[in-house]
């Protein structure tokens, strides 16, 4: 990751499949501006190493145009000389990885918790105080960025999670993962292709819900990992939240349970009865 100073410099190997490759451009962004186009080079002048090696480079000017706690986004793209186009990611289709990318300087702010930055329009995700149910903040849900320890996930969905915070201006939301780039967690497991942040709207204390999953580890009950992490929204503070399992076959993977097996999940109250319309 870059400090607020620097440039970052990209490289991309490109080889030809039918025809000799004519053109090796990459498209930048930064935060949620146009794109910016500038051509790669193969000639061992612009930090691709040795000339003629098939690995093509160059500086990415941001430290003039970008601050901490910014998303920086690029992909490639490369024309052969009959014309034909690939890109990098590929981008197939509208729920694929789009860019790669970083954050500027992410460790301008610290905590105790892991920190997990999100990048939206607040089309998408409002920062707040007052929020409304409009894109990932309803169950419309909307296409965000997440970086985290290091690592980048561009377009990935979060949709509204849960009836108690749908009304709440501080909502929970579930998240899905690309297929190409599963999330690595602190918690237990593996990657996840879903997850989940919990807002604790009704729970001042934030520990109900948390202190009863650690009690049911604590004597050996299987429960679903449940532990405190930082959100901060473009840059800036967006809430205390939990990162939770989402029920499905992830979590009974992760428990040691038969994945096609029956899952029950209790919705609302049972409320018993001993009439019967039988004959």
Do not use: C
Not at 104 to 125: C, D, G
Not at 150 to 159: A, L, R
Not at 202 to 207: A, E, G, I, Q
Request: aromatic content about 12%; hydrophobic content about 35%.
């Amino acid at each position: 990751t870059p400090a607020d100073t620097e440039d970052i410099q990209v490289t991309v190997r490109v080889a030809p499949t039918f025809a000799p490759v004519s053109s090796v451009v990459v498209r930048y962004r930064v935060m949620f501006d146009a794109d910016t186009e500038l051509a790669l080079f193969d000639d061992g002048a612009h930090g691709d190493g040795a000339a003629g090696d098939g690995v093509y480079g160059r500086v990415l000017p941001i430290a003039a145009t970008s601050t901490n706690g910014q998303m920086v986004r690029w992909f490639f793209r490369a024309t052969d000389s009959v014309g034909r186009v690939s890109r990098w990611p590929l981008f197939l289709a509208p729920t694929d990885t789009e860019y790669f990318g970083t954050v500027v300087n992410p460790n301008y702010v610290t905590s105790a918790l892991p920190i997990v930055h999100l990048f939206a329009p607040p089309t998408i995700l409002q920062p707040g105080p007052t929020t409304t149910q409009v894109g990932a903040d309803s169950e419309t849900g909307g296409r965000l960025a997440l970086f985290l320890d290091g690592e980048f996930y561009d377009n990935i969905y979060m949709e509204l999670r849960g009836n108690t915070s749908a009304t709440q201006n501080k909502k929970a939301h579930r998240l899905e993962f690309n297929r190409d780039h599963l999330f690595r967690h602190p918690g237990p497991g593996p990657r996840l292709r879903k997850t989940s942040f919990l807002s604790e709207p009704t729970d001042s204390s934030y520990l109900h819900q948390h202190l009863s999953f650690w009690f049911l580890r604590l004597i050996g009950v299987d429960s679903p990992f449940d532990y405190p992490i930082r959100l901060q929204l473009n840059g800036a503070f967006y809430q205390l939240a939990f990162n939770n399992d989402v029920l499905g076959e992830e979590q009974l993977d992760r428990l040691g349970y038969d994945v096609n097996g029956a899952l029950y999940k209790a919705v609302g109250n049972v409320n018993i009865t001993y009439s019967s319309t039988g004959g």
